[in-house]
């Protein structure tokens, strides 16, 4: 009975745990990198010394606090998706930042220290136009919300309305800025594009409007980046089309004309067909802004500006500069110039600036401005950065310093800086630089670069893992192979020498592992650099090929998360589709192994190839055939060239084919298996699945490849749309033909490798009569070899084909419950054709059956694990929008679970059916490691059969190992080695002695 | 010469039932749409389509019958030509509905077309299987076809007996309709099994209801066993 019981709890001990990670394996075989997105507003944290945070709002709909020094993440909140969740602006004051989101919908603010909420209002909708910090008396106390038709304020403490009022005129005027100075008033700035402007003042205590009054201005179109308030109250607005700046106090009571200021006047000129951008800089929300800003003139040309007596006068000229920004530390403002290392800066209005100084302002406050010159021309290769007095205009003694941003990393977009001040009241900075690739770069004074972000890698779009090439001496062994034979004595030669190399390497070898055996452990650190690459015993280790939404490609380590390589393609559209493609592996030594990118405009059709080398991220030397036609459809043939790399057949919308590689070689296979060579097109606007097959040539050309129709089916797009089309991965292998069932006979499978299942749904959307269909077509044939239709089903689908199976998932409308469905086929328990399978030799149709379970949670992505030979089970990954990963044995989605367990079925290890499908928390591989909005899993096989690698990207990345039905080939890491090998020797030993004995004896005997 | 194989079929899914042969003419029973199906076989590949038969759609219920002319000689001549150079054999229908007691809104559009090896027909002596796909309103979606046997052995046809007509079989299949979660089979067997084990109490008992006797006597042992054992004498036994 202990017995019994002893086994069963073992039994569950070990069933329970093993497909869980146990404590000290955390982070062993698995990493994650979490990652925000594009920064669309940035703050540092400045209100003491120490401060060490950023706070940044991105595209991503997410507010995060970074650790300025390491560039981690302190806090991450990730909003909904879509508009719902985009962050219109973020204002930071004192340990509070408020975040705007959802186009005015949800005021909210976070205390930055910790990232909890301090409070959220739910406003009215309404399109947001803008939002400031407003304050009173030197102290920020209210947030002003200006929407489209209504001003509201805000205590800042606790987010309550102290006040909303409508604006006047909303239908005509655009009200489009809110400005306060830190008095009483609160100036709403309004437009009637090519008319007036109209400005209205509040009371900031209770909202009663003050004053209004509209100003004609024929030359207006919009306010932002074209006029801000400096100096006392004092609007400024320029204009490209009369080349001059215009000057209104805000403050003066009668009905004021602009003042017109000819940028003649002040010997500027605005680069031709250039819209001129003013930047002010209010340093503290509770005070006036500064008299002095910026006007960019030009893609590169700043001039920095000031107001004083009203008289506007330049204070000095930089070009060329790219980027220009202001930042206060403490009483201090300052601004800095990057330019290129070998051009100084022109200071063309350098006498006029000694001039201008007001004495008062001099006096009062020491204002500095930070400008960044950049020159595309050097290449960024190098580029400075200075401080300038932002009332001078002067530099700062000690503040330039050479900057070395990645010269593939494009442009630089945006610049913030943190400049404060030090023991001796100089003033020092840090810069946060964003790059045109969403690169986030952090630099320190003396130019180092404390730390970059690849936040391009938080919109993957699309990725491959390559094996790692072998290293130099298994390389040396494999190349004996692949040479031509020359004589039997250099063969033999050839074989001792390389047999000397691997010798000598594997003494090398023990004698690191010695030499690393003597050291404390947490020296011997395995730095992963791309000299080092080189491939493990069993494949475990893989190099990642990236490709995110930017343009931007990274090839990454698989077993570290290290970024090894990364490539910017400047000119890519960004809504560009993507396909990757392994053209030659790492097999074929000497020639390296080589990835093509097809990126296809998604407007236009065209497409271009990028063809890389995946270990390096170098660009091949191999010239991609120029397209000229949009291409409708690739395909990567299993035909290879002389060099080893696979065919690459490209389809343009003329149905011709473009070959890539297309050596003469190629060509010629390409003609001669030409009838076998089949594709099909997809149009799911009409509805229609077409095959083609490439068309032997009549006349001896090689070069013109044309192709025929061969079958057509149309599913009619009034009734149902085709919203997936999904055939097997080329590169599975199923192990066993058939299943061995209860009454040991076998029912074969259905392994049709051109198997397409194609998803519709229902155009009808009543929950009643909405319907997905499911269709599998033979993609040679045409052949239509299963149709049915979920009834009361909807979309979003999510479908795994692989082997003989396909899954799906869909949305039950009636039950209002998400359900997977399996359809698995079967020929039957006899074979048509056991040696080869062709689609054009099928006549019997398979069986097909088909279960569905409910399963509790909606699900983001899914996909099914993949091994070396395809016999480990198969799991399911299931990616959910908790952010957990769900490894799901496939045999729980088996339509051949029975309904009554009966004893053949118990033989075949069915388990009974049951209608629900159950999560349990053991199946998570990512245990706590949440991946926020998964959006694909990648899944390799690895060199061990039983382990699978998995890839799961979304926001965040996360790699690890699965082993679907454990880790049958691996011992365990607690295999007691000492005990098998002493028991070994004493056996060994205690036989020695026995025959010893047992001799010793019949000699004895023997002699009696 | 008008010989025909007419095959009728009523759409059952998942069950494709050859029905009935009769033998009549193409104005037998003409109600309801006629539907051409054509066929092209040619040396340069080129499709140039031409009647090979027709569909007639009749009655509520999806019924199609098939009438169709044997091949001429020269017809059966280029069959095999082409079939020589491993040439495709294709037959097309137009777009339709085959739910005649609708009425027909949309002209036919288009074509649907499959092929085959004209070796493979050629070798299976012209005996094939046609099968028109419908979606779940009736509406033509594709037509398939294979020849029984599917291989090309590379065998010698008799052209004038095996080329002569068709042996064809006609199917139409309909979408089935995809099971979904059965929870009321599943919960009606929980039940029973709940019945079950309500009439059989011995089953229902616990682990302890139904060893309690021996648990209580283990117990009362060892307390017996541990309680006599003087505190001194246990450590001297095992020295």
């Not at chain 1, 979490?34 to 540092?44: E, R």
């Not at chain 1, 699978?948 to 011992?971: E, H, W």
Request: one cysteine or more; hydrophobic letters at 40%.
């Amino acid at each position: 009975m202990a017995n019994l019981t002893t086994c069963l709890t073992l039994f569950f001990l070990c069933y329970g745990l093993c497909s869980a990670v146990y404590e000290d394996q955390v982070g062993k075989f698995d990493w994650r990198q979490q990652y925000v997105g594009k920064v669309l507003f940035a703050h540092f944290d400045s209100h003491s010394q120490a401060a060490k945070k950023l706070i940044l709002a991105t595209d991503k709909n997410i507010v995060a606090s970074l650790n300025s020094r390491t560039g981690e993440l302190f806090w991450r909140h990730v909003d909904k998706v879509g508009p719902e969740g985009h962050i219109d602006t973020l204002l930071f004051h004192g340990q509070d930042a408020v975040v705007m989101a959802g186009n005015g919908r949800l005021l909210r603010s976070w205390e930055s220290n910790i990232g909890a909420l301090n409070w959220e209002m739910v406003l009215d909708t309404g399109s947001f136009q803008a939002a400031i910090l407003a304050g009173t008396q030197d102290s920020v106390k209210f947030v002003a919300v200006l929407k489209k038709a209504v001003l509201s304020l805000h205590y800042l403490s606790n987010g309550h309305q102290k006040w909303v009022e409508t604006l006047p005129d909303s239908d005509t005027v655009q009200y489009q800025a809110v400005y306060s100075s830190g008095g009483s008033q609160l100036f709403v700035l309004g437009v009637v594009p090519y008319s007036h402007l109209s400005i209205i003042a509040f009371n900031i205590e209770d909202g009663e409007i003050m004053s209004q009054r509209s100003v004609a201005a024929p030359w207006v179109s919009k306010v932002q980046a074209r006029c801000g308030v400096v100096d006392q109250g004092v609007l400024l607005c320029v204009d490209a089309t009369t080349l001059s700046l215009y000057m209104l106090p805000l403050n003066s009571e009668e009905p004021a004309e602009l003042q017109q200021v000819p940028l003649q006047s002040l010997d500027l000129e605005l680069a031709s067909g250039y819209q001129p951008v003013l930047l002010t800089t209010q340093p503290n929300p509770a005070r006036p802004p500064l008299a002095q800003f910026f006007l960019q003139l030009g893609p590169d040309h700043h001039v920095l500006l000031q107001l004083s007596d009203g008289l506007i006068s330049p204070l000095r000229d930089f070009q060329p500069a790219f980027l220009v920004s202001f930042a206060t530390a403490g009483e201090k403002t300052v601004a800095a110039v990057l330019s290129p290392k070998n051009e100084t800066v022109s200071a063309k209005a350098g006498g006029v600036v000694a001039e201008t100084v007001h004495p008062f302002l001099h006096f009062f406050l020491m204002h500095c401005f930070i400008v960044l010159l950049l020159d595309h021309a050097y290449d960024l290769q190098a580029s400075s950065v200075s401080l300038y007095s932002a009332d001078s205009g002067r530099r700062l003694l000690d503040t330039t310093v050479t900057v070395h941003l990645d010269p593939n990393g494009g442009k630089p977009e945006k610049l913030y800086v943190h400049a404060f001040l030090k023991k001796d009241d100089s003033v020092g900075y840090r810069l946060l630089v964003q790059m045109e690739d969403h690169t986030l770069t952090f630099l320190q004074q003396p130019g180092r670069v404390v730390w970059s972000r690849e936040e391009a890698l938080a919109d993957v779009v699309t990725m491959e893992m390559v094996d790692l090439p072998l290293t130099g001496t298994q390389a040396e062994l494999e190349g004996e192979f692949g040479k031509k034979a020359d004589g039997l004595a250099a063969m033999v030669l050839k074989r001792l020498s390389s047999q000397l190399i691997l010798l000598q390497a594997w003494i090398a070898h023990l004698w690191k592992l010695f030499y690393d055996a003597r050291k404390p452990r947490s020296l011997v650190k395995n730095e992963v650099t791309i000299e080092t690459l080189a491939r493990d015993e069993f494949n475990l280790q893989k190099m990642i090929v990236m490709v995110t939404a930017s343009g931007k490609l990274f090839g990454i380590d698989s077993k570290s998360g290290t970024v090894l390589w990364k490539h910017y393609l400047h000119d890519v559209q960004p809504n560009s589709v993507f396909k990757l493609m392994v053209q030659r592996t790492t097999a074929h030594f000497p020639h390296p192994p080589q990835c093509t990118l097809l990126i296809k405009d998604k407007e236009t059709g065209l497409a271009t190839l990028h063809v890389f080398n995946p270990i390096f991220g170098k660009k091949s030397h191999v010239t991609p055939p120029a397209l000229s036609r949009p291409v409708l459809q690739s395909l990567l043939l299993p035909l290879m060239d002389q060099d080893y790399s696979k065919v690459l057949l490209l389809i343009d919308d003329e149905y011709k084919v473009t070959a890539f590689p297309s050596t003469k070689h190629v060509l010629q296979q390409l003609q001669e298996m030409a009838s076998s060579i089949f594709f099909f097109l997809v149009d799911s606007s009409q509805g229609r699945l077409s095959g083609f097959r490439l068309r032997k040539a009549r006349e001896l050309s090689l070069t013109d490849l044309s192709t025929e129709l061969i079958w057509e089916v149309v599913i009619p797009p009034e009734v149902q749309k085709i919203v997936a089309v999904k055939g097997k991965r080329a590169s599975e292998h199923v192990h066993s033909q058939g299943r061995v069932m209860g009454d040991r006979s076998v029912l074969y499978k259905y392994l049709n490798p051109n198997l397409l299942a194609v998803v519709t749904e229902s155009v009808d959307t009543h929950q009643e009569r909405s319907f997905v269909g499911v269709f599998l077509i033979d993609g040679i044939t045409g052949r239509i070899i299963h149709e049915a239709v979920q009834r009361k089903a909807r979309g979003p689908i999510h479908l795994v084909h692989s082997e003989n199976w396909v899954v799906y998932e869909y949305w039950n409308a009636k039950s209002r419950r998400n359900e997977f469905s399996v359809l698995e086929l079967f020929e039957g328990t006899e074979l048509y054709n056991s040696t080869v399978f062709s689609s054009l030799d099928r006549p019997h149709l398979p069986q097909v059956l088909q279960q569905s379970y409910i399963f509790p949670s909606s699900i983001s992505t899914m996909e099914a694990t993949l091994t070396e030979k395809g016999i480990t089970s198969r799991h399911l990954l299931v990616g959910l929008p908790s952010g957990a990963i769900l490894s799901l044995p496939k045999m729980f989605l088996d339509p051949r679970r029975p309904e009554v367990a009966s004893e053949q079925s118990r033989e075949e290890n069915l388990i009974p059916y049951a209608p629900e499908m159950p999560i349990r928390t053991e199946w998570f591989i990512n245990y706590n490691q949440s991946v926020s909005r998964v959006k694909g899993i990648y899944t390799a096989p690895s060199g061990l059969e039983s382990t699978c690698l998995v890839v799961a990207y979304g926001l965040d990345i996360f790699q690890t190992r699965v082993y679907p039905s454990k880790q049958f080939d691996v011992l365990k890491d607690d295999y007691d080695y000492v005990l098998i090998s002493s028991v070994l020797f004493g056996l060994f030993f205690a036989t020695m002695i026995s025959k010893r004995l047992a001799q010793v004896k019949l000699l004895n005997r023997a002699w009696r | 010469m008008l010989t025909a194989a007419v095959f009728l079929i009523h759409a059952q899914p998942g069950n494709y039932n050859t029905a009935k042969r009769t033998a009549d003419g193409p104005d037998a029973e003409v109600t309801g749409l006629t539907v051409p199906l054509e066929h092209s076989f040619e040396l340069d590949d080129v499709p140039r389509f031409h009647l090979r038969g027709s569909l007639q759609l009749r009655g509520r219920e999806p019924a199609v019958s098939l009438w169709q002319s044997p091949l001429t000689e020269e017809e059966r001549a280029l069959l095999k030509e082409v079939a020589a150079v491993d040439g495709l054999y294709r037959v097309r229908v137009p777009r339709v509905s085959l739910q005649t007691e609708r009425p027909v809104d949309r002209q036919p559009e288009g074509y649907l077309t499959a092929f085959v090896r004209a070796c493979s027909l050629v070798e299976s002596h012209l005996s094939d299987v046609i099968t028109l796909h419908t979606d779940v309103t009736g509406y033509l979606i594709g037509i398939s076809i294979v020849t029984v046997p599917g291989m090309c052995w590379g065998a010698e046809v008799e052209d004038d007996v095996d080329l002569e007509s068709f042996n064809t079989t006609l199917n139409v299949m309909a979408p089935v309709n995809a099971p979904g979660p059965e929870t009321a089979q599943f919960i009606e067997r929980m039940e029973q099994e709940m019945e079950k084990k309500g009439k059989n109490p011995q089953e229902q008992k616990s682990f302890f209801a139904k060893y309690w006797y021996l648990i209580l006597g283990g117990a009362v042992f060892l307390m017996a066993t541990s309680s006599a054992q003087p505190p001194a004498g246990g450590g001297r036994e095992q020295s």
